[in-house]
Every structure is written in structure tokens, then in C-alpha cells.
T-cell receptor, first 112, second 115 residues
Framework: GQSLEQPSEVTAVEGAIVQINCTYQ??????LSWYQQHDGGAPTFLSY????GLEETGRFSSFLSRSDSYGYLLLQELQMKDSASYFC?????????????FGTGTKLQVIP | DVKVTQSSRYLVKRTGEKVFLECVQD?????MFWYRQDPGLGLRLIYF???????EKGDIPEGYSVSREKKERFSLILESASTNQTSMYLC????FGRGMNTEAFFGQGTRLTVV
């Protein structure tokens, strides 16, 4: 089967840096994605890592180590609007097609 | 602007009713997914489809079925609704990226309450 683990809650101060970790177990791994979801909203895509290393998009960066089955999302210069839930998601091969499985989410609270 | 549209934002149904949740995407995506979201459990995959008339079970398919008669439309069916199916249901679509970036686009969700 598949499993993903990430912390359930994280609190950080406005302007600081926060890292949200994700470990996974899966077969047929293609890549790791990150999604943001504000309360009452739909999840929206942040980043995708198919290869090892760091991907940077503005204040957000995402890292993947395929050998460690581990990735993280790094948020810099935190803003109040970053308060949301963050989900890691694994894209994997399923019967020759693609399946996207999500973690349970990390609720980030940014405080002044 | 890409769009995934779910037919209802809120729905209240009675136990035992047959319920249809509809999802339409306008991006010509091959893949479509149905998830349910419950507090503390994240998004759990119910069914997905990679082509018209094709479907695969996800992690929690029991009590659900799906239909994909047209590429743009993916329906989730609760054959006989039960109170434990009260949840937020999210539809998503993505292109078949062959291992490349497979960004999924989500609808706004349908909050279903079964009474």
C-alpha cells in the first residue's frame, strides 16, 4: 500500500522560515507534490519534485530525496496569508496509469 | 482560466437515497479523481479514471461507484447513502504527464450531509 506522514500542526512567527516534512512509502513512485488549502477553499498546487533536489518558486521551495523517501516544503518570509493546510501528495504508477495520493495535511498557523 | 466545476456546493440527503455528485472539467484532461476530505484524515482517494469508460478503485471505494461517459465529466454515485458518508467531496483532474509534473486541479467541493 501507500502511506504518507507529515506533522499535523505547525506554528510559526510572521517573517520567519518554516519547514514541513513529508515521508512516504509507495511503489511505482513518480514524484512528490505540495498543495495549499485555505479554510473553506479547494486545494491549490504549489510545487512538484520528480527528481532529487530543491525546486524554488518565490518564497516557497520544495525538496525531494528519492533514496530517503522524504521531502519537505520550505516557506520563507512567512506572511499571515500563509496560514493554511499544506498537503504532500505522491504521484505513483497504478496499473500503467497515474494515481495521486495525499497525506493527512499540516495545519500551519502564522502568528504576529 | 482552467476550471473544474462541481454541480453542488452543499447537499443534504436522506439515508438510503441514491446520490449523484457531478464534476466537469474544461481542460481536456485524461485523469479525473474523486476524494473525500474529513478532519484529521486528509484527502482520501475514492475512485479515479484515466479515460472515458475506464475507472480504478482508490483507497476507499466501498459504498461508491463512478461513471465516466464523456471525457470532461466524472460522476460519483452513492448507491445508498449512509450517515458515515457525510463528508466534503472533492473532484480533481490532471493531464497524463508520464512522470512529469502532474498538477491536479480541484473543484470547490461538495459538502454532503446524510441525515
Amino acid at each position: 500500500g501507500q502511506s504518507l506522514e507529515q506533522p499535523s500542526e505547525v506554528t510559526a512567527v510572521e517573517g520567519a522560515i518554516v519547514q514541513i516534512n513529508c515521508t512516504y512509502q509507495t511503489s511505482g513512485f513518480y514524484g512528490l507534490s505540495w498543495y495549499q488549502q485555505h479554510d473553506g477553499g479547494a486545494p491549490t498546487f504549489l510545487s512538484y519534485n520528480g527528481l532529487d533536489g530543491l525546486e524554488e518558486t518565490g518564497r516557497f521551495s520544495s525538496f525531494l530525496s528519492r533514496s530517503d523517501s522524504y521531502g519537505y516544503l520550505l516557506l520563507q518570509e512567512l506572511q499571515m496569508k500563509d496560514s493554511a493546510s499544506y498537503f504532500c501528495a505522491v504521484t505513483s504508477k497504478s496499473g500503467g496509469y497515474q494515481k495521486v495520493t495525499f497525506g493527512t495535511g499540516t495545519k500551519l498557523q502564522v502568528i504576529p | 482560466d482552467v476550471k473544474v466545476t462541481q454541480s453542488s456546493r452543499y447537499l443534504v440527503k436522506r439515508t438510503g437515497e441514491k446520490v449523484f455528485l457531478e464534476c466537469v472539467q474544461d481542460m481536456d484532461h485524461e485523469n479525473m479523481f474523486w476524494y473525500r476530505q474529513d478532519p484529521g484524515l486528509g484527502l482520501r482517494l475514492i475512485y479515479f479514471s484515466y479515460d472515458v469508460k475506464m475507472k480504478e478503485k482508490g483507497d476507499i471505494p466501498e459504498g461508491y461507484s463512478v461513471s465516466r461517459e464523456k471525457k470532461e465529466r466524472f460522476s460519483l454515485i452513492l448507491e445508498s447513502a449512509s450517515t458515515n458518508q457525510t463528508s466534503m467531496y472533492l473532484c480533481a483532474s490532471s493531464s497524463f504527464g508520464r512522470g512529469m509534473n502532474t498538477e491536479a486541479f480541484f473543484g470547490q467541493g461538495t459538502r454532503l450531509t446524510v441525515v
